[in-house]
């Protein structure tokens, strides 16, 4: 089955203490990218991946690391957490799944920083 | 600034009625896409288009160009319809979100 895998679903942690949300597609996807999603605020775009060891910044990359070893795999790095990171995060790549062209999208990670 | 307008917030509609969500965009958009997001918060792309109309089941989507404008149409509408629905545009490689739209189906 066509899918985007992310990991945890829920997190909660403290200040400061560095962690990684991981994101995997098995769809050979190029493209794939992070998004945030606030009450009030919708979703907005963290960074992009165009493919393998090229990524670049979305509207709202402050306080976020990716990188993208493997086509399959693009983490996102928190390195010190701040409750304004507190946020429901998802994963998403951009590609032919079989059926359709376009995104598909991961469960959600919802992160609590305290 | 890239901008996603969508509207209305919310929807509420009885069982079997024909649904309207708009969403109007700035230029130079690469696609548009029409998202359903439930209640237990998972999305799932409905359509991506560039041109004219889409079908799939009692969903259809449009856009004009032109007009900077696509509409999501649902038909025969069904308590299983209710989800946020939210409008993202394709400008180059970034996605924009509108804010959504939330609809509730009654019975």
């Known amino acids: 089955e066509a899918q985007v895998t992310q990991n945890p679903r829920y997190l909660i942690t403290v200040t400061g203490k560095k962690l990684t949300v991981t994101c995997s597609q098995n769809m050979n996807h190029e493209y794939m990218s992070w998004y945030r999603q606030d009450p009030g605020l919708g979703l907005r775009q963290i960074y992009y991946?165009?493919?393998?060891?090229?990524?670049d910044k979305g509207d709202v990359p402050e306080g976020y690391k990716v990188s993208r070893k493997e086509k399959r795999n693009f983490p996102l790095i928190l390195e010190s957490p701040s409750p304004n990171q507190t946020s429901l995060y998802f994963c998403?790549?951009?590609?032919?799944?079989?059926?359709?062209?376009?995104?598909?999208f991961g469960s959600g990670t919802r992160l609590t920083v305290v | 600034k890239n901008e996603v307008e969508q509207s209305p917030q919310n929807l509420t509609a009885q069982e079997g009625e024909f649904i309207t969500i708009n969403c109007s965009y700035s230029?130079?958009?690469?696609?548009l896409h029409w998202l359903q997001q439930h209640p237990g918060g998972g999305i799932v792309s409905l359509f991506m288009l560039s041109s004219g109309k889409k079908k799939h089941g009692r969903l259809i989507a449009t856009i004009n160009i032109q007009e900077k404008h696509s509409s999501l149409h649902i038909t025969a509408s069904h308590p299983r319809d209710s989800a946020v629905y939210i409008c993202a545009a394709s400008y180059g490689n970034k996605l924009v979100f509108g804010a959504g739209t939330i609809l509730r189906v009654k019975s």
């Open positions: 230029v130079g958009i690469s696609a």
């Open positions: 998403a790549s951009r590609g032919w799944t079989g059926i359709n062209y376009g995104y598909t």
């Open positions: 991946s165009m493919n393998v060891e090229v990524t």
